[in-house]
């Protein structure tokens, strides 16, 4: 063969070349492009799955924090109606030991001091504390020394611990 003749196979060459060339490695990027559809197409079906379920989660959480807020509202509406019965039962148990208060002062001395030293202390020291501070001294002082004691004590301690806001 001359070059004469190699010049006139090469193309032909070339040809059978490239034919080659693209028949081995087309096909494979036909198949690699074939799989990288499917995995892509896998994947967003994986996200379409995910965001619905996300989505059903949300709708579930919504729900719950609905359900919390609307416990929520309805026991803050209780307390407040607690609230307001137990200034009602507050002001009813003042309004009866004003009462009560009225009737140990309208008593003498000798009576207010006996009823007052029958009662448990802590109800004389109620009672005692919104009297007048001369009558107190008055009804102590016709009481029983220990028992005069012990309520004085108690009353000191009442104003320590009374609740101040």
């Not at 010049?7 to 490239?18: A, D, E, N, Q, V």
């Not at 009481?143 to 301690?157: F, G, H, L, Q, V």
């Given at each position: ?54 989505k059903k989660e949300e709708e579930r959480i919504n729900a719950i924090k ?100």
């Open positions: 063969m001359t070059l004469k003749d190699r010049g006139r196979y090469m193309p032909i060459f070339l040809c059978s070349l490239l034919f080659f060339i693209f028949y081995n490695i087309f096909p494979v990027n036909v198949f690699a492009q074939d799989d990288l559809l499917i995995l892509i197409e896998r994947k967003q079906k994986e996200l379409t799955e995910r965001e619905e379920g996300l609905k359900d919390v807020e609307e416990r929520i509202e309805k026991y803050t509406r209780l307390l407040n109606q607690l609230e307001e019965v137990l200034k009602k039962i507050e002001r009813i148990n003042e309004e009866k030991l004003d009462s009560l208060v009225k009737a140990y002062e309208a008593m003498t001395v000798e009576d207010a001091s006996a009823r007052l030293s029958a009662l448990d202390e802590q109800t004389a020291v109620n009672i005692l504390y919104r009297m007048k501070s001369k009558r107190v001294g008055q009804i102590i002082g016709q009481m029983d020394p220990k028992k005069a004691a012990s309520i004085t004590e108690r009353m000191s301690r009442f104003v320590k611990n009374f609740p101040t806001k």
